[in-house]
Antibody, heavy 123, light 110 residues
Framework: QVQLVESGGGVVQPERSLRLSCAAS????????MHWVRQAPGKGLEWVAV????????YYADSVKGRFTISRDNSKNMLSLQMNSLRAEDTAVYYC????????????????WGQGTTVTVSS | QTVVTQEPSFSVSPGGTVTLTCGLT?????????PSWYQQTPGQAPRTLIY???TRSSGVPDRFSGSILGNKAALTITGAQADDECDYYC??????????FGGGTKLTVL
């Protein structure tokens, strides 16, 4: 069964950086696009970013563009999210999710989800 | 900026049928937006129900179905059960790699 395990969350001060990781297992990681989705406390889900299977294509929500960078290491089955210039409104649970499709561009959205890691931005 | 809209809340009787919708503040939803639907119980990770308008994700019972109704995407739940009471989100593919969630619908089964 597909497994996604996020890590790297914590409490960080505004304007500082944090790097999230997502360890993937039990599927051919290098074949699928991957997403990051977040959920602020008491709020709905927000799509954050997507990366193609080969890492060559990356797209971001306007709210994080220029501050966050999605990346992957297919040799290690690892997805990452580098978050810079963090703001209070970035406080959320961050989920990584596998895409349905092994193709690109990907239209089909998220398939399997991790359990999430919590990021709190506070002074 | 176009926003993805969902009913904030909805209620259904046990055993009943409910249709949740997903629209746009500007324009109509069609299959080219590849609507998908997700279920989330508070404190838990989301679960994928439907993708590409009407394809059920693995393990999802056929009580859940997706469609386009008029100018919106729709999620229909038939034979509602108590554990269907949770939040439901739609996602639309907006092009250029970008996806957008709706605000979610809180479904009550009573």
């Amino acid at each position: 069964q597909v497994q996604l395990v996020e890590s790297g969350g914590g409490v960080v001060q505004p304007e500082r950086s944090l790097r999230l990781s997502c360890a993937a297992s039990r599927f051919t990681f290098s074949t699928y696009a991957m997403h990051w989705v977040r959920q602020a406390p008491g709020k709905g889900l927000e799509w954050v970013a997507v990366i193609s299977s080969d890492g060559d294509n990356k797209y971001y929500a306007d709210s994080v563009k220029g501050r966050f960078t999605i990346s992957r290491d297919n040799s290690k089955n690892m997805l990452s999210l580098q978050m810079n210039s963090l703001r209070a409104e970035d406080t959320a649970v961050y989920y990584c999710a596998k895409d349905h499709s092994s193709g690109w561009p990907t239209y089909y959205g998220m398939d399997v989800w991790g359990q999430g890691t919590t990021v709190t931005v506070s002074s | 900026q176009t926003v993805v809209t969902q009913e904030p809340s909805f209620s259904v009787s046990p055993g009943g049928t409910v249709t949740l919708t997903c629209g746009l503040t500007s324009g109509s939803v069609s299959t080219r937006y590849y609507p998908s639907w997700y279920q989330q119980t508070p404190g838990q990770a989301p679960r994928t129900l439907i993708y590409s308008t009407n394809t059920r994700s693995s393990g999802v019972p056929d009580r859940f179905s997706g469609s386009i109704l008029g100018n919106k995407a729709a999620l229909t739940i038939t034979g509602a059960q108590a554990d269907d009471e949770c939040d439901y989100y739609c996602v639309l593919y907006m092009g250029s790699g970008v996806s957008v969630f709706g605000g979610g619908t809180k479904l009550t089964v009573l």
